[in-house]
């Protein structure tokens, strides 16, 4: 332990700061889309689908938006330059003024210099399950002056997370990473089958009334709602992952409000779900692979094996040890799906390997982690009346919401045949079973990409993304003429928004947002 401890020491300064940029990457994992929480993790009856919701009707946003906005405080936001509201919006926007309402907390940073004043710069959290409401601050933190003296950075919690009528499946705690998620590796098809169906089962019964309007298309008719409460005639956006596919889907459903959207990593909402999941395990096993060598690379420092195999085997035998029994260490006992959610972590940000390195080494030592990662997510000290499972809950209810997912259960035993040969590292989790083959909602709800007829956007990725791989802001770039993707070369989620981009991507960003010019051509930085 003491010798860990000594190579604590030398990794944090080798690290150039890493341990200082924890609470931001942390804050980053939550808005990686669907962190897998058990990643590194290598026959009932099914009553039909209830009713599907009835199609949305044209928009009719100035008339909801007609609402008198009272700002005050944040909840569980200590700075005082935020500011909140709340705006009403329709439970189901197929009939916004003959049904529930539910409210949406709204935040609202003001521009540092208002004679320079564009408009309003929207922003949201990812996941999906990820709060919106402290984004402004967190952008103020990377975005050039000249940005923040042109925009009021609004941000919301999306409908059912943390302050905007939050939901919960009846859990006691969430998931780890906010994401349901077995291995057939560590548990047999049939348990996962018991503990998916009774998940699906808890949440129709806690959150039954909301679970047939959680998408991403109703979502994105809340955003229009907001405008409209604003008073604002457009909206410009900045945003990551799952929330880049907020405002991907918001373009193509009110082409004629937007402004200068920047779409960091978005993901392709043609592909969600289940086929999305399944097309970025190649990219999970090449970063995992990368991590792997790294360790090996210094494993004077790590002591996990001198090559990239060994590291793999050393790592997969303790999560195996792990999930027949956690690793106790002081009042902590360490799950395989904690330790599979930091080795996740090593697969999203190339920038953290020597701080996962570095944990799971103490861990398999028997000390405790030297520089922890936050792999729970959870509100803001003093945010009021949020669920202990609300991320989770509302991840999961997108994620089964937005599509609807294989029924046949004969699916998922093929897929865990197919891709565990495949992708032998991952391929056990993600080709696996969830609740989403029990939920009470089946319908394809997705808005296709090319009805996005707004003005060109800024598109923004790395290369070796493994949460969203790069064919997916490819397709979104290229679903929009004239659109242009900027890329970094780096195994990295959320470059810009995580503040890895260069000075080629970030001035890319800034450009945009200030002037209104996107590149005369596809960046590759």
């Not at 199609?55 to 330059?81: F, H, K, T, Y």
């Not at 697969?347 to 936050?374: E, M, N, R």
């Not at 996005?452 to 923004?460: S, T, Y």
Request: hydrophobic share 45%; glycine share 8%; aromatic share 8%.
């Amino acid at each position: 332990r003491t010798g860990v401890r000594a190579r604590a020491r030398n990794v944090i300064v080798a690290v150039d700061g890493a341990a200082a940029r924890t609470a931001r990457a942390t804050r980053v994992v939550r808005v990686a889309a669907g962190a897998l929480a058990a990643g590194m993790l290598a026959t009932v009856a099914i009553a039909p689908p209830a009713a599907n919701a009835a199609p949305i009707r044209p928009s009719n946003s100035e008339q909801l938006g007609g609402q008198r906005l009272v700002w005050g405080a944040c909840p569980g936001v200590d700075d005082a330059r935020l500011r909140c509201t709340t705006v009403r919006v329709p439970l189901d926007h197929a009939r916004p003024t003959n049904g529930r309402s539910i409210t949406l907390t709204v935040s609202r940073l003001s521009t540092a210099d208002p004679a320079l004043r564009r408009g309003v710069l929207f922003t949201a959290g990812g996941g999906p399950g990820g709060a919106g409401v402290p984004e402004p601050l967190y952008l103020s933190s990377i975005l050039d002056p000249s940005v923040l003296a042109r925009y009021d950075i609004v941000g919301f919690d999306m409908r059912f997370v943390e302050r905007s009528t939050p939901i919960s499946c009846g859990q006691p705690q969430e998931e780890p990473g906010g994401y349901w998620a077995r291995t057939a590796t560590y548990q047999s098809f049939a348990q996962t089958v018991r503990e998916a169906q009774a998940y699906a089962r808890d949440c129709a019964r806690h959150a039954g009334w909301a679970l047939p309007y959680a998408t991403t298309a109703q979502a994105a008719r809340d955003m229009d709602v907001i405008r409209a409460a604003l008073g604002e005639r457009k909206i410009s956006f900045l945003a990551g992952s799952y929330a880049a596919m907020l405002g991907s889907t918001y373009r193509a459903l009110f082409p004629h409000r937007v402004d200068r959207f920047v779409l960091d990593s978005p993901i392709n909402h043609e592909r969600i779900w289940r086929r999305y999941d399944l097309e970025r395990l190649p990219a999970f096993e090449e970063n995992y692979a990368a991590f792997a060598a790294y360790v090996a690379d210094n494993s004077g420092t790590y002591g996990l094996g001198s090559t990239a195999a060994e590291v793999t085997r050393t790592l997969s035998q303790a999560f195996a040890r792990a999930a027949v029994e956690p690793i106790v260490i002081g009042d902590h006992a360490w799950t395989a799906s904690e330790l599979g959610t930091m080795a996740v972590v090593a697969t999203y940000f190339d920038y953290l390997w020597p701080v996962v390195a570095l944990d799971l080494a103490a861990i398999l030592a028997g000390s405790p982690p030297p520089i922890p990662l936050d792999l729970y997510p959870a509100p803001l000290p003093g945010t009021p009346g949020v669920p202990p499972d609300n991320h989770t809950a509302v991840n999961m209810a997108f994620r089964c919401g937005d599509n609807a997912w294989p029924r046949d259960l004969a699916t998922y035993r093929r897929d865990l045949a197919t891709y565990s040969v495949r992708h032998p590292v991952f391929g056990p989790t993600i080709a696996n079973l969830n609740p989403c083959a029990f939920w009470p909602v089946a319908r394809d709800n997705r808005v296709p990409l090319a009805d996005d007829q707004a003005p060109a956007a800024l598109v923004v990725a790395a290369t070796h993304d493994a949460s969203v791989p790069l064919p997916n802001s490819v397709a979104v770039a290229r679903a929009n003429a004239g659109s242009r993707l900027v890329t970094v070369d780096r195994r990295v989620h959320v470059p810009f928004v995580g503040g890895q981009g260069d000075d080629c991507l970030t001035g890319a960003v800034t450009d945009f947002l200030v002037t209104g010019r996107l590149p005369a051509r596809d960046l590759a930085c």
